[in-house]
């Protein structure tokens, strides 16, 4: 199973923002659970849990390295900014 994306779970709670998600919309567990146990009846080896997701699972791995890692630095530069307290607010 390709990793699903954001999901809807208690751990964007547990690290006092959404902004980990960054605007995606979150996958339900269920949607998730659903989609695993229906590729394991039909004995499929790889599922991608919705529509969305299908598109980046597949491209990901098709785009250049460094794009990718450009990408990840932006993404977990905007997570850390928004979990870092500022000057005047902690």
Do not use: C, N, W
């Amino acid at each position: 199973m390709s990793p699903p994306g954001p999901v809807e779970t208690p751990f964007f709670d547990r690290i006092g923002t959404r902004q980990a998600a960054i605007g995606a919309k979150l996958a339900t567990p269920e949607l998730v659970v659903t989609t695993a146990l229906r590729a394991f009846d039909r004995d499929r080896g790889y599922v991608v849990p919705g529509r969305g997701s299908l598109g980046m699972a597949h491209l990901m791995p098709r785009r250049p390295r460094k794009l990718l890692a450009l990408i990840g630095r932006r993404v977990t530069r905007q997570v850390a900014d928004a979990l870092t307290p500022s000057p005047g607010r902690g």
